[in-house]
């Protein structure tokens, strides 16, 4: 079941730009202080998603539900999840990881995930991103800063409280989203630079993430959702794994 993230300072991953020092004798220290990160056990956090929407519990009412009877169900890098009803007094969600994601290293400068619709909800807004740890108690990831969404309903990629597709070729109503497509995010993790895809294919963002690098802070995948009467029946399956039973629909290049 999904829980609340009450307090997100307990997060124990040392912020990304930790990596970036221009100092080699600065950088192996900071990589030092990775050795207790829960970045390690990366690949479990599908069953401790937290939800950011303070004082709320979403899955003690029953609203986010973990589907145990999930072909996914043994498989701890995929998760299906269904929204079985509404929560009053709240619009939206940002469903987030509880462990920041790793650091880059010599064999692996990127971090990917992807979901697929299954069912969609009425108002059909779902949102897939990256964020900080100051994400506000509730909004659709990349409506807030130190985030950045790529949303279902209208295909549009929002960065840091900006809608800002109109400077990149790939987005609008092409790349909508909804029941029976595979959309992903992802983020290159030495300049900081982030990259979408739908069905297998990477979209244009064009010089939307300019002056923008998120790579000096902790960063967390989201999945932003309506939480709303409209929202109830949202369906999907989120993969962050890639592995051989369960295979990214993109296969790269992903820097």
Known sequence: ????????????????????????????EHLKLFSSSSYRDFQGMIPEVLATVKDESLSDGGLVELVEASIHQDTPEVAEMYFAAHAPGITEACLRSKNCIPPPTASTKHFYFEITVLEDSKFRMLGLSFGNDTAPAE????????????????????????????????????????????????????????FCTLNGKKREVGTVFEGRKFKFEKLYPCVGVDVEEEGVGLHFVVNFGGSNGHPFKYMGPFV
């Open 1 to 28: 079941m999904l829980q609340i993230a009450v307090d997100r300072r307990e997060a124990d991953c040392v912020a990304i730009l930790l990596l970036h020092k221009t100092s080699e004798k600065d950088r192996i």
């Open 139 to 194: 909004g659709m990831p990349g409506g807030f800063e130190g985030s950045w969404g790529y949303h279902g309903k209208d295909g549009h990629l929002f960065v840091e409280g900006g809608c800002d597709f109109t400077s990149a070729a790939g987005f609008g109503p092409s790349a909508e989203y909804a029941v029976g497509d595979v959309a992903g995010v992802g983020m290159n993790l030495e300049p900081g630079d982030g």
